[in-house]
């Protein structure tokens, strides 16, 4: 397993937390919360496999990840106190998993020989997808329409790929320049309260 693979089972769980705890504060049932938190953590990426015809979907043949989203909602089931206390810690590695998803997106459009720009929006949707549908479903206006640089770094983080690589750039460099730039421009974007301009 590499340590993209580690990453991304990391970033399930705590995006798969996140919609978990979105479902206790609607007070879902247990079976609402590991739904909710199912498609938070899987949602992009299952939608980016359908949408480039990548059947079945990449948790369908790796059930690592039902077991990773179900230990993410017994988590948070369990230890719900301090997992709210946890928020500084959940947005760091929900920042990691921004950037690891992007990257993995990005990367599968890619070898199915999607064009540059239709990969830049396979490697958004993956990362962001997940949260839209969690915020829908909960009944709140979904993270990436409010003024916060969210869908933005991700857009940015593919574009540093897919030049790097026009270049030349070996790809070990431009992988992790896509996850690095996500990450860098997210964590500014929130210690700088930089976000979009409203309309």
Do not use: Q
């Not at 359908?50 to 077991?67: E, I, K, R």
């Amino acid at each position: 397993m590499t340590l993209i693979n580690i990453l991304d089972l990391i970033g399930t769980f705590v995006f798969a937390i996140s919609g978990a705890l979105a479902a206790s504060e609607k007070r879902f049932d247990i079976f609402g919360a590991l739904f909710v938190a199912s498609v938070t953590a899987v949602g992009g990426g299952t939608t980016r496999d359908m949408m480039l015809g990548a059947t079945p979907v990449f948790w369908v043949t790796d059930t690592n990840y039902l077991l990773v989203i179900s230990m993410a909602v017994g988590f948070t089931f369990v230890f719900k106190e301090r997992v709210a206390r946890l928020r500084k810690t959940l947005f760091l590695f929900d920042t990691m998993g921004l950037g690891v998803f992007t990257f993995i997106g990005l990367e599968k459009a890619l070898l199915h020989d999607i064009s540059p720009a239709i990969g830049v929006i396979m490697g958004t949707f993956t990362a962001v997808l997940g949260g839209i549908i969690r915020d829908t479903l909960c009944n709140e206006v979904p993270l990436i329409f409010r003024d916060e640089i969210y869908a933005t770094a991700c857009i940015v983080g593919c574009l540093v790929f897919i030049g790097f690589s026009f270049f030349g750039i070996s790809s070990i460099i431009c992988t992790w320049s896509c996850i690095g730039t996500v990450i860098g421009i997210r964590l500014l974007a929130i210690k700088y309260k930089i976000g979009l301009p409203k309309i």
